[in-house]
């Protein structure tokens, strides 16, 4: 087991690597001078000179990126002229939020997944089946954005059942403040999830054992919770991990829309205020973001089944 | 087994699926994307008034017979502008797919067919532009190089390839030591034949299938950023763009932001529904 974490821990090192090098190339994609773009046109020559030393843009390419990871080094990601603050802290003062309404959106798909994918399993090839999948395909296109104003529209200004806008005052304010947000990243992921757990649940039932558990006379309700949905489940997490930035993009989305104070919408702004250092930060941020939920989905895998802890 | 070598290829799935029985989810689908299609490449023959023509007295006007789907708040058509706006949406989905999808093939073909260093190079590649979420990245090169349609395809282009690479190259490892291959290697055809002709047509189909579901991705990608005002630029009709533009009226205009929305959702609705019977289609040929 350790040995297979070590293993997972070295794989890693080369795409980190990499995913610096892409968010370092990231301000150089600026066309003209980053440092006169992200300072604006009227900014003065010395100032200009500081963010080019800052940047390291007087130096050859290899050196900027060796400069850059000098700076990373010490936490030192630039900072943000529209807030006043550096990229270090404005981003991870908002990471909680983010996590609180992915991890509740996630949760949130798996009680809409879980039922409709089990029904759609069992009942296969009927118009059970048919009418979950069709239902599903139809979901896959909806933008996420408009999916939240429109069940804004309908759940809190038509109905008042929620809190509409921002995050809360914390603890079960925060929780119904974002009820919304999550069922609507929730749907957004829903297709992804209930098409990849009904085939996994199918791929359960063809296998021995069920027939077996038939035969020997299992009550299906039983067979159905400890043996269907325990074996179904473990695939279906890594199908989870696989699509994590599918999932962080539709945060990120919705996070805007409601405007709820996280990493998703520092995201926006900072592109539509042209903050370069803060985009640049975010980005590289969630791409290890999903590195890292990709390494826990694959732990979390060879936990639950023993087989693969033993390769 | 000849009958399935060539059934793998575009041509035999096309002659499989025009002849599988109760296909109808794949005959709806294509019904639903030529007429799509249609209705936006004809706009300027079917809609009944100029995307642009500001009506002020008539602005937000619900759904009647004279505007099917009412006005917006410049007093603007809105079915009009749906239609319209399905050019660029639909131009977006189909260049979001073709130049990804011709990069991924070409460098996945060379990745799969040569494997050795230049295939564990690709896998690096991919490994890295994989772990950014895909939205995130296309967002943040935009931000970077500025809004517009043709920065975004630039975005698209620079981050969608890999997915296409990564399936090309696993087909191509898997069938560049097949028989006929090796055949054509003792022939002493050339490398680029042997990839363009004849290891081409037999690792295209499932990076084509994919392409369905990168069509919808790509649109919602489009229209998200467009939602921002990181895309296409008002005064032209785009999806996203109307959805944005009309958000502040939802609760007395709720129609100027529903219509784009449903639009998008059957346009989608109908790629993938192609996409879906596509794949099973492949499915069966290969099982």
């Known amino acids: 087991m350790i040995r297979y974490i070590a293993g997972r821990l070295l794989l890693i090192l080369p795409v980190l690597f990499g995913v610096s090098i892409v968010a370092f190339m990231l301000i150089r994609l600026i066309p003209g001078n980053p440092a006169v773009a992200i300072l604006g046109e009227r900014a003065t020559p010395e100032l200009i000179a500081r963010v080019e030393n800052q940047l390291g843009l007087n130096l050859p390419f290899w050196q900027q990126y060796l400069h850059f990871l000098g700076n990373a080094r010490h936490g030192d990601f630039g900072a943000s002229f529209y807030y006043g603050q550096d990229a270090w802290t404005l981003t991870f003062e908002r990471i909680p939020i983010t996590l609180t309404l992915i991890a509740y959106a996630a949760t949130i798909g798996l009680v809409i997944a879980v039922p409709f994918a089990t029904l759609a399993a069992v009942r296969r090839e009927t118009v059970v089946d048919h009418a979950i999948r069709l239902a ?53 992921i829903s297709p992804i999830l209930v098409r990849a757990l009904r085939s996994s ?15 020997m006379g299992l009550r299906p309700v039983t067979l159905l919770v400890s043996y269907l949905l325990r074996n179904g489940l473990t695939p279906f997490i890594s199908v989870l991990g696989l699509n994590v930035g599918w999932l962080i993009g539709g945060t990120i989305i919705i996070e805007q829309v409601f405007g709820i104070p996280g990493v998703g919408s520092l995201l926006i702004t900072s592109i539509l205020t042209r903050d370069y250092s803060i985009v640049q930060f975010v980005t590289l941020v969630l791409a290890f973001l999903v590195i890292l939920v990709n390494l826990l989905t694959d732990l979390a895998y060879a936990v639950l089944d023993p087989r693969v802890s033993f390769q | 087994m000849m009958n399935a070598v060539a059934a793998a290829t575009p041509a035999g799935i096309v002659r499989r699926g025009l002849r599988a029985p109760g296909r109808w989810s794949l005959r709806v689908g294509l019904a639903g994307i030529f007429a799509v299609g249609a209705l936006a490449s004809f706009a300027p023959l079917v809609a009944p008034y100029d995307p642009t023509a500001l009506g002020l007295s008539a602005a937000l006007t619900p759904p009647n017979g004279a505007h099917w789907f009412g006005t917006d708040q410049l007093g603007r058509d809105i079915f009009t502008r749906v239609l319209y706006a399905g050019r660029i949406d639909l131009q977006i989905g189909t260049i979001g797919v073709i130049i990804p999808l011709i990069m991924g093939v070409v460098v996945g073909l060379f990745a799969g067919y040569y494997a050795g260093w230049p295939d564990a190079l690709l896998g690096r590649v991919i490994d890295v532009v ?59 055809y050339s490398d680029a034949r042997i990839m363009f002709r004849h290891l081409l047509p037999n690792v295209i189909v499932p990076a084509l299938v994919f392409g369905m579901s990168d069509f919808v991705l790509d649109i919602l990608a489009g229209a998200s950023l467009g939602f921002f005002g990181l895309g296409v630029q008002p005064p032209t009709a785009e999806w996203g763009v109307m959805i944005a533009e009309g958000r502040n009226f939802i609760i007395t205009a709720p129609w100027v932001v529903i219509f784009p929305g449903v639009a998008i959702i059957v346009t989608s609705f109908f790629v993938s529904l192609v996409g879906d019977s596509v794949s099973d289609i492949v499915r069966r040929v290969r099982a």
């Open chain 1, 136 to 188: 599903f395909t139809a979901t896959i296109g909806i933008p996420s954005f408009w999916l939240g104003i429109v069940l804004a529209l309908l759940l809190s200004v038509k109905v008042r059942l929620f809190a509409l806008g921002g995050a809360g005052a914390g603890g079960f304010d925060t929780l119904w403040h974002l009820t919304l947000p999550a069922l609507t990243i929730a749907l957004h």
């Open chain 1, 201 to 215: 649940l199918i791929e359960v039932m063809d296998s021995d054992y069920v027939t077996t558990g038939l035969a």
């Open chain 2, 130 to 188: 994989t772990a950014f979420p895909f939205l995130v990245l296309v967002l943040a090169i935009v931000a970077m190089l500025g809004p517009g349609l043709r920065n975004f395809y630039i975005a698209i282009s620079l981050v969608s390839w890999v997915a296409y690479a990564r399936i090309v190259r696993g087909e191509s490892l898997s069938v560049r030591g097949r028989g006929y291959i090796l055949a054509a290697k003792s022939l002493g």
